[in-house]
C-alpha cells in the first residue's frame, strides 16, 4: 500500500515562505509514472487542488497558486515539494500531497498557518 507522509507546514508570518514535502512508497514513482499533485484543505471547506507536476516536470497551478508557489518532485528521491512564497491568511490550510486523481490513501497532511 502506498503511504504518503507530508512535512514542512507551521505558523508563518504574512507575506512569508514555506516550503512542504512528500514522501512517497519507494518505488512508487519507478514503477507508475503518476502526476502528482498537492492540495490543501481550510477548515469548513473542501479539499481543492493547488498545483500538480508530470513525470516529465511539466507543472499546472491553481490561479492562487501562480506566481507564488512551485511544484516540483524527485523520482530517486520518492519526493514531491512544494515551495511556497508571498502566503497570505487566506493559504492557511491543512496541505496533503497524492495523485492528481486522488489515488492514494490521503496522508496526515501538514498544517500552515499564516498570521496576518
Known amino acids: 500500500q502506498v503511504q504518503l507522509v507530508e512535512s514542512g507546514g507551521g505558523l508563518v508570518q504574512h507575506g512569508g515562505s514555506l516550503t512542504l514535502s512528500c514522501v512517497t512508497t519507494?518505488?512508487?514513482?519507478?514503477?507508475?509514472?503518476?502526476?502528482m499533485a498537492w492540495y490543501r484543505q481550510a477548515p469548513g471547506k473542501q479539499r481543492e487542488l493547488v498545483a500538480s507536476v508530470t513525470r516529465y516536470h511539466e507543472s499546472n497551478y491553481a490561479n492562487f497558486a501562480w506566481g507564488r508557489f512551485t511544484i516540483s518532485r524527485d523520482d530517486a528521491k520518492n519526493m514531491v515539494y512544494l515551495e511556497m512564497s508571498n502566503l497570505n491568511a487566506e493559504d492557511t490550510a491543512a496541505y496533503y500531497c497524492?495523485?492528481?486523481?486522488?489515488?492514494?490513501?490521503w496522508g496526515r497532511g501538514t498544517q500552515v498557518t499564516v498570521s496576518s
Open positions: 497524492n495523485t492528481d486523481s486522488g489515488e492514494f490513501e
Open positions: 519507494e518505488g512508487v514513482f519507478r514503477l507508475y509514472p503518476y502526476t
